[in-house]
């Protein structure tokens, strides 16, 4: 994981911070947890139980295939740049998917953070 990867990116007046990998959106919803509680410890505390239902589970089962995808194709990537040729190891450039799977896991992390806020 790169510097840049794990920085949250500040939030503006209307977008959420993106937050850029798995333990930081659940870091997130411990905070969000221990507010809530100190909030309320009713149905506002049965609501925040049911975001971890269902739909958030399958959207973390995307979030974390998407960043194991990552992570393995900058290795597949580094490891064929190291065995061919030198002078063909600059061919090859997997930049493309890795940025489709930096806007699934932004995208996936986007939708778990606003159905979270919702709920609270």
Known sequence: ????????TEATETQAAILPSCP????????????????????TMLSLAKVHKDEQTKICYVLTTAEYCL???QQLQDKLK????????????FSKGQDDFHKVISNCIQILVQDF???L
């Open 82 to 93: 190291e065995k061919i040729d030198p002078s063909l190891a600059d061919q090859i450039d």
């Open 1 to 8: 994981m790169d510097q840049k990867q794990s920085i949250p």
């Open 24 to 43: 930081d959106l659940f870091v997130f919803y411990k905070k969000s947890m221990i507010q809530c509680n100190q909030l309320d410890r009713g149905q």
């Open 71 to 73: 992570e393995t194709t």
């Open 117 to 119: 806020g919702k709920c």
